[in-house]
């Protein structure tokens, strides 16, 4: 179990003011299951101490990273793009459940699972990185944390205890989501918030 959690809003390596980055996240925002099961962990959210919430508009799983986007060839980018799409087309859309929540070391989260259908999209556009810039320049490790969505962030290192006392006080909810495409999108984290716009989406079958 966390012990202490910790601010996430720390400037890891290579990330500063105004600078983006490109990735490929799945988002819910469309599905109305996605909103009602944000609206039931709102509340609780809200009595949570030292927590930045994630804004229903921001929900997202994180998939795959490319690069920064300072360091990446527009070419380049459209090339991966198109990979991707013709691999992810490969691929059946699928169900998954979120939830229920629980508080982790830098964010309160929801578990997403099966977690091998995400695996396989995660391998499609690793795949298609690997096509444009070769199978030895792919961003990021193949293994893979626990596919989540991030309710709310961390912004001041505290006990867990008293947290998990908190949430625990709140029913816990689930929901059953289909996973149709991934996105592509250039991401900041300026003001403690994942902002991003949309590029591009590949779809699944």
């Not at 101490?49 to 799983?61: A, C, K, N, R």
């Not at 070419?75 to 998954?96: P, Q, S």
């Not at 996105?183 to 079958?205: C, F, G, K, P, V």
Request: charged share 25%; net charge negative.
């Amino acid at each position: 179990m966390t012990e202490e959690v910790r601010d996430h809003w720390y400037w890891r390596p290579g990330w500063r003011p105004g600078r983006s980055f490109y990735t490929w996240h799945v988002t819910f925002t469309d599905q109305p299951a996605a909103a009602r099961l944000f609206s039931s962990y709102r509340p609780v959210i809200g009595r949570l101490p030292g927590i930045t919430p994630v804004p229903l508009e921001w929900l997202h799983l994180t998939m795959q990273g490319v690069g920064f986007s300072d360091r990446v060839d527009h070419r380049e980018l459209d090339r991966i793009v198109g990979a991707a799409r013709e691999r992810c087309a490969r691929l059946d859309r699928f169900e998954v459940t979120i939830g229920p929540a629980k508080v982790d070391a830098e964010t309160v989260q929801m578990p997403v699972r099966p977690a091998e259908p995400l695996r396989l999209v995660r391998r499609a556009l690793r795949d298609a990185i690997g096509d444009v810039w070769g199978p030895d320049s792919i961003p990021e490790t193949p293994e893979w944390a626990r596919p989540h969505v991030s309710l709310g962030y961390w912004n001041t290192a505290q006990p867990a205890a008293p947290l998990i006392d908190v949430l625990a006080e709140s029913e816990e909810q689930t929901a059953e989501l289909t996973v149709r495409a991934v996105s592509l999108i250039d991401l900041n984290r300026d003001h403690q918030m994942y902002q991003w716009t949309e590029l591009a989406a590949a779809a699944l079958r």
